[in-house]
């Protein structure tokens, strides 16, 4: 009986679902086929009509009297028509797209105010999309790897740069078989240079970078080839096959996607190498671990090749699941200090320390902040968007306060009225959103190819269906938050008034006006914010821009140089003697040099200098970033040398010598002329030749470490590759062909390359800075001129309002100026409401951005000044047009008009 | 009660349609409303226009279909009828109606006998 019963409640359940659903089809058919139906329904009451006329007139009434007793037994015939539309169609559909038709008209009729409106709607909601994605792109996302949030970076809790957060083999080797934290570890080498291989294919050498990965550095991370395989355990053997796996761009560039080229051997640096698999599209090593470089091969690291050579690898480990990042970092607080440098020296153990941070947070933890006040910008931007609409719709709702009389006075009810005028919001904002989607997908696509741009992953941007999501949040929300309070405004004004001739009557205008002021005095003060947050920001970037590099990058290029010395340094003096007196013979170039890297390019850490005789505690001397250079380096690079310069008869036969930077030397004799004294580096004696000005090595904005520079004549000091570096007035790019035809003439193999001005490698350093601040000033660019439209609007509207009493007061003697300064009176005193409103919030603002400012306290009173003093010039500017305005009003058409 | 007519409960009008279209057979709108009147004896406050919101309705959940044709006084006129999905529902909604009717009847029987204890 039970189960029974609660079958038939089930079948009934269904039918009834069932039913709603045909029912729901047929409305939708009710909807689109209303003109047979309201047809078919006029006849079929009009025949009941006449059959209900004939019965009466069957029971004897008269004519008249049977044909009025039939209407009043059906009840009205229109109710009863939009009963029957009601019940068969979708009403509300049918009120949206009255209101919709009616919005079109409307705003058709008023092109002006929609373009505009639609217009600044589209700025504002197209610069939130771009923000968003990047944001969005790099903070929200996952990473494009597998689990990515198991994936930790691990390195000292405190470090400088790369060099300092780097470990050697041995110490790799013994944490991957010491942990109990993680599946496995790998890492990768870190001190690449760009451009490292060269590839030998048909016609000219090509220059290719590469990174060397830990043999298991893709299972790791969990990336698959997208042909192919990965690296087997015997490649990564010292004396196994070679072989190389490519990334998918230069798969696509230098290969044109040849899927046959796996499994076959390529000749990279005079050697054949295995092809053994193309990475997926989605890796891009350089986008996630060295931002804004390209990555071309992945080869694996020899860890036998490199095993005494230093800290060169990084780690990242995928933690077991179950294991959190906090009891990773207890085991590596015991596990560390256990590892050595390298096992052959027993004293090499016990400087480690590691502590493992999530993947994530390494790559994108330090842009967070920058990111927040971005997107709080474009937020800010988005507010004063919506003041600068209700602003505008406000004036509006004044203009049209006689329509929406009539309407409510025709039987409109308030929710209709504020429904309408909401339809127009949403509408506007739709089309705002729909040209600002346009507008971000352009913008998102050019950022994404803008590989300069040092920001992680930001080559993966695009507009994707989270960004449209946000889009369309954004867009509901922007259309409430500004139509909302201009419709209920207009829908509670009063009838009798707003039908009578003269208008909505003067209480009622001021009360408007004083609206209108509040949101101008509120859009005034965001856009201050904005104004002065942009402000510090710029004055950081150009504090920036103004660092002493120690080196003087706009008249300088490198070029990588490809040479053969068969490892003998004498060999090599040769060579690049040879180099540096045809290079110099081109005219143009003032000054040749080499080195084996550049400043802001890369990092290297050696074990530091140390004064002859004297003994150290283990890390009592920093480590040292090499330059190994050959004469004419430092006159080349324009860095500022006491002392002398390498010679090229410093080599084997004679005695050793550096150059330190100002930092080692005075680390090392903080009291004496460093020049002449005797330093060890390693193990060898050398003498100290000259002292040059700090270079940024690593990057601007933060401390310079030691430094020292070797020379490549001497054998004790293995260069990594050399840059040829030329000092020049001509533009580099001019000078590339005669000096590539130069070095290839001395030897056939050099790789065709282009001359990489210095300069492109400090704009490269500052990149980041510069997004944020062109972005930033971007978005307060905007704020000031939403804010001077807002202005303008207002008291144009004032002077509108008031021609009468304008026209009275000019007729009774006040002059044109009188009446101009009067207005530019009023706007400045709106204006400066608003400016100190947004001053006091500054304050507040600066101090969220002050870690991010360079240079620059968050209270710097030039910023303060000029952009207190810009905001002001512009209000004066919006003020100024309206008040020319009423300053020609003639009084007597003025008066006559009314 | 008095003299005022009922008033339609939500539904009700639907139910009674239903049924007079199952016992008579095929009807026109004004047959129909016509029909309900005498049956309730003129004492249901029925407009018979809203008779055509209701037809519009089940026509559209499929329990009544409808096709033109000509009257008794050969005028065009739409005929309705019931379906078998109709019949079924009248069934079930019957059922519906004489419980609800009967347990109504119970409770509000409840205080007359509580005033005869």
């Keep these: 009986m039970k189960s029974e019963r609660k079958r038939s409640w089930r079948t009934e359940r269904k039918r009834s679902w069932m039913d709603s659903l045909r029912r729901g089809a047929a409305r939708m058919g009710g909807f689109f086929r209303k003109g047979t139906m309201d047809r078919d329904l006029e006849e079929e009451i009009d025949s009941h009509i006449r059959m209900a006329t004939e019965e009466n007139l069957r029971a004897g009434m008269a004519p008249e009297e049977a044909r009025r007793k039939a209407m009043v037994r059906f009840g009205g015939v229109e109710q009863a028509k939009e009963q029957q539309r009601e019940s068969r169609g979708l009403p509300w559909l049918d009120t949206v797209l009255q209101d919709l038709r009616y919005t079109w008209r409307t705003l058709l009729r008023d092109r002006g105010f929609a373009t505009v409106a639609i217009l600044i709607l589209a700025l504002g909601i197209g610069a939130n999309v771009v923000v968003f994605s990047v944001v969005n792109t790099i903070l929200l996302r996952p990473l494009p790897f597998y689990q990515p949030d198991r994936l930790v970076w691990i390195a000292p809790e405190h470090t400088e740069g790369l060099s300092g957060s780097t470990y050697s083999v041995d110490a790799f080797e013994d944490l991957r078989s010491m942990n109990r934290s993680y599946e496995d570890v790998t890492g990768y080498f870190a001190f690449s240079t760009p451009d490292n291989y060269k590839l030998t294919a048909k016609g000219d050498p090509k220059p290719l970078t590469g990174i060397m990965v830990a043999g298991n550095f893709f299972h790791v991370l969990g990336v698959n080839p997208a042909l192919g395989r990965l690296f087997t355990a015997d490649e990564s053997r010292k004396g196994g096959p070679a072989a190389v796996l490519l990334a998918y761009p230069f798969w696509q560039r230098q290969f044109g996607g040849d899927r046959s080229i796996v499994g076959q051997a390529i000749t990279l640096d005079n050697h054949p190498v295995t092809v053994v698999g193309v990475l997926p599209e989605s890796f891009d090593f350089g986008a996630a671990f060295s931002p804004g470089s390209k990555v071309d091969i992945l080869t694996p690291a020899i860890m036998d090749d490199f095993r005494y050579e230093g800290n060169t690898l990084t780690f990242i480990g995928r933690l077991k699941p179950g294991i959190s990042v906090q009891q990773a970092r207890a085991e590596a607080k015991t596990l560390f200090p256990q590892f050595y440098w390298g096992k052959k020296y027993p004293d090499s153990k016990g400087n480690y320390t590691g502590w493992p941070v999530p993947l994530k947070d390494y790559i994108s933890g330090k842009l967070r902040r920058s990111l927040v006040v971005l997107w709080c910008a474009v937020g800010l931007i988005l507010l004063i968007v919506c003041v600068n609409l209700s602003n505008l719709l406000l004036a509006r709702a004044a203009a049209r306060s006689k329509e929406f009389a009539l309407r409510s006075a025709l039987g409109a009810g308030r929710g209709r009225l504020i429904r309408q005028l909401l339809t127009e919001s949403l509408v506007l904002a739709g089309a705002g959103a729909v040209l600002g989607l346009g507008l971000s997908y352009v913008l998102l696509r050019y950022l994404a190819h803008q590989g300069s741009i040092a920001l992680p992953l930001l080559n993966s941007v695009r507009l994707d269906g989270t960004a449209l999501v946000w889009t369309l949040s954004i867009t509901v929300s922007t259309a409430v938050l500004f139509g909302l309070l201009p419709g209920i405004r207009a829908s509670r004004a009063n009838v009798q008034e707003a039908l009578k001739d003269g208008g909505h009557g003067a209480t009622e205008g001021r009360k408007h006006e004083a609206m209108r002021t509040v949101l101008v005095v509120s859009e005034v003060a965001l856009a201050c914010v904005l104004l002065i947050g942009a402000g510090l920001l710029l004055r950081s970037f150009l504090k920036v821009l103004d660092v002493d590099l120690g080196f003087q990058p706009s008249t300088a290029a490198a070029m990588k140089l490809d040479y053969d010395d068969g490892n003998n340094t004498d060999r090599r003096s040769a060579i690049l003697q040879n180099v540096a007196r045809r290079v110099s013979a081109i005219p143009g170039i003032d000054a040749v040099g080499f080195s084996d890297n550049l400043p802001l390019d890369r990092n290297r850490g050696w074990g530091g200098p140390r004064v002859k005789g004297k003994t150290y505690k283990p890390g009592e001397v920093p480590g040292a970033f090499v330059y190994i250079v050959a004469p004419g380096y430092v006159k080349a690079m324009g860095m500022r040398l006491h002392g002398r310069d390498f010679a090229w008869s410093d080599n084997d036969k004679s005695e050793g010598v550096v150059i330190l930077n100002r930092k080692a030397a005075k680390g090392l004799w903080p009291d004496e002329d460093p020049v002449g004294k005797i330093a060890v580096v390693g193990k060898k004696d050398v003498r100290v030749i000259g002292v040059i000005d700090d270079v940024r090595d690593t990057n601007i904005e933060g401390q310079t470490g030691w430094q020292m520079y070797l020379p490549m004549t001497e054998s004790d000091w293995g260069p990594d590759g050399a840059y040829l570096v030329v000092r020049t007035k001509l533009p580099p790019a001019q000078l590339s062909g005669t000096v590539l035809r130069t070095l290839r003439e001395i030897n056939p193999n050099q790789p065709s390359v282009e001359f990489r001005p210095l300069q492109s490698i400090v704009d490269h350093a500052v990149s980041p800075r510069q997004f944020f601040v062109l972005l930033v000033g971007t978005f ?33 003697g006040a002059s044109p100026g009188n009446v101009q300064m009067g207005v530019i009176k009023k706007t400045l005193q709106m204006a400066s409401l608003g400016i100190s409103v947004g001053a006091v919030l500054s304050v507040a603002a600066a101090q969220l951005i002050a870690t991010l400012l360079f240079g620059t306290t968050p209270t710097d009173p030039p910023t303060f000044g000029v952009m207190l003093v810009l905001l002001i010039g512009v209000a004066v500017l919006a003020g100024y047009l309206p008040a020319r305005r009423a300053s020609r009003i003639n009084p007597m058409v003025a008066l006559r008009n009314e | 009660m008095g003299d005022a007519k009922l008033d339609l409960l939500q539904g009700t009008l639907d139910l009674m349609v239903l049924q007079t279209l199952a016992a008579m057979g095929e009807m026109h709108g004004y047959g129909i409303a016509r ?69 109504m009847g119970r409770v509000l029987a409840m205080g007359e006998e509580g005033a005869r204890q």
């Design chain 1, 780 to 812: 307060a660019g905007l704020g000031l001129l939403l804010a001077s439209l807002g202005i303008y609007g207002v008291i144009s509207y004032s002077v509108t309002r008031r021609t009468q009493e304008i026209g009275i007061r000019m007729a009774l």
């Design chain 2, 35 to 103: 029909r309900i009147e005498q049956v309730s004896g003129d004492e249901v406050l029925l407009n018979q226009g809203t008779i055509y919101a209701a037809l519009v309705r089940l026509q559209q959940k499929g329990w009544i279909e409808a096709e033109w044709g000509a009257s008794e006084n050969n005028r065009r006129a739409k005929f309705y009828s019931i379906t078998k999905r109709g019949t079924k529902q009248l069934a079930d909604d019957t059922e519906y109606w004489r419980r609800l009717a009967s347990v």
